[in-house]
Every structure is written in structure tokens, then in C-alpha cells.
Nanobody, 118 residues
Framework: QVQLVESGGGLVQAGESLRLSCVVSGGTFSSYAMGWFRQAPGKEREHISTISSNTGKAYYTGSAKGRFTISRDNAENTVYLQMNSVRPEDTAVYYC???????????WGKGTLVTVSS
């Protein structure tokens, strides 16, 4: 059974930095494209970033570009999201996603809450 566990969320002030981590167990981490999504109160879940399984190429959406950096450590089965210059509008529950390309299956963590105060 594939499990994803996020950590690193918390309360930060606008302009500060935060690093989220997601540890994957029970599967073949190196074969998954890994992503981060977030869901703010009253809004739909939105994509932030994805890092490919093979080339390590990273993709970003919207306001994450230029502020957030995704990375992965295949030896530690961990994906990270470095968040710099955070803004109050970054307040959300952040979810880790593992996408198995061969089957199209997506696995999700339970999320970690990030709250940015102004």
C-alpha cells in the first residue's frame, strides 16, 4: 500500500520561507512523477508543481513560478517544496501527489496546513 506523509507546514509571516516534505512508502518512488497541490478554504484544489520521475524536470503553475522550488531525493523517497517569499494568499492545505505513469493511478497524502500571516 502506497502511503504519502507530508510535513513542514505551520504558521509563518509573509515574506518568510518554508520547506514542505513528503515521504513515500510502500511503492517505487523513483517511478512516480511527484507533485504538490494546495487547497485554500472555499476553493478547489489547485496544482502547484510537478517533478518528473526520470529526468527530474520541474513544472510550475501560476504564482508558484519564481517563488517555489520542487525537488526530489530518490534515495530518501522524499519530495520537497521550498516556498520562498510566501504571501497570505499561499495559505492552504498542501497535498503531495504521486502519479504512476504506467497505470495512471494517483496517490495522495492527507495534507499539511500552511498559514501565512500578513
Amino acid at each position: 500500500q502506497v502511503q504519502l506523509v507530508e510535513s513542514g507546514g505551520g504558521l509563518v509571516q509573509a515574506g518568510e520561507s518554508l520547506r514542505l516534505s513528503c515521504v513515500v512508502s510502500g511503492g517505487t518512488f523513483s517511478s512516480y512523477a511527484m507533485g504538490w497541490f494546495r487547497q485554500a478554504p472555499g476553493k478547489e484544489r489547485e496544482h502547484i508543481s510537478t517533478i518528473s520521475s526520470n529526468t527530474g524536470k520541474a513544472y510550475y503553475t501560476g504564482s508558484a513560478k519564481g517563488r517555489f522550488t520542487i525537488s526530489r531525493d530518490n534515495a530518501e523517497n522524499t519530495v520537497y517544496l521550498q516556498m520562498n517569499s510566501v504571501r497570505p494568499e499561499d495559505t492552504a492545505v498542501y497535498y503531495c501527489n504521486a502519479h504512476e505513469g504506467a497505470t495512471g493511478v494517483n496517490y495522495w497524502g492527507k495534507g499539511t496546513l500552511v498559514t501565512v500571516s500578513s
